[in-house]
Every structure is written in structure tokens, then in C-alpha cells.
């Protein structure tokens, strides 16, 4: 029972950063793995980042490991993605997730609750 909201999408060049937001409402951000999805045109919906409820534990997707930084503000109830050295191949609709905690890690097929993207474009 939560909604959540992205921004910060916009078109960079290669090499350049981006900084993605989630607002989430409609229930405590506490109790809610939240994570980051991203699906390119004739390319299925990928994993991309996970956090745990805390924000101690994280998961990434081998592509984007050492590139990307996942956080979490659970005060402001945002979840954030930091991506750095974007690549063309980054270009992608980007969406946060969310699903209840349970063991750890997730897996990418337990987020129920999905934003609406933000389009990421990169060019080189």
C-alpha cells in the first residue's frame, strides 16, 4: 500500500552523472525494501539496485556495479540513485520499486509496487 514517484530523469552525455529520486507515500518507508528498475526498448525489465530497510545492505546489477550508488532517506521517505560514468547503453525508462522486508537479499520478482519512470538518456 504504497505509491511511489521518480524524478531527476533527463539526457546527459557519456561520461556524465545523474541523480534519480523516489518519493514514497502511503505507508512507513521502514518496512520496505526498495529498489530500482530500468528497461531499455526491446529489452526486458532489468534490475538495477536494491536497498535494504536500513540502508546498510545493498544490491546492484553486475552492469552498473562501481558506477551506480543506491540510498536511502527514510526521515524524508525517498530513495535516491546516484549514476555516475553513464553510458549510451544506461539509456533506459528507470523505475523505483518497493515490496515488504523479508530475508535479504530480495529477489527482483518479490516488488509488487512500482512508480510511474523517468526516462535516463545518454549520448555519446
Known amino acids: 500500500q504504497v505509491q511511489l514517484v521518480e524524478s531527476g530523469g533527463g539526457s546527459v552525455q557519456a561520461g556524465g552523472s545523474l541523480r534519480l529520486s523516489c518519493v514514497v507515500s502511503g505507508d512507513t518507508v521502514r518496512g520496505y525494501y526498495l529498489a530500482w528498475f530500468r528497461q531499455a526498448p526491446g529489452k526486458e525489465r532489468e534490475g538495477v539496485a536494491a536497498i535494504s530497510t536500513s540502508g546498510a545492505l545493498r544490491n546492484y546489477a553486475d552492469s552498473v556495479k562501481g558506477r551506480f550508488t543506491i540510498s536511502r532517506d527514510n526521515a524524508k521517505n525517498t530513495l535516491f540513485l546516484q549514476m555516475n560514468s553513464l553510458k549510451p547503453e544506461d539509456t533506459a525508462m528507470y523505475y523505483c520499486?518497493?515490496?515488504?522486508?523479508?530475508?535479504?537479499?530480495?529477489?527482483?520478482?518479490?516488488?509488487?509496487?512500482w512508480g510511474q519512470g523517468t526516462q535516463v538518456t545518454v549520448s555519446s
Open positions: 520499486a518497493a515490496r515488504r522486508s523479508g530475508s535479504w537479499p530480495p529477489s527482483w520478482t518479490d516488488f509488487g509496487y
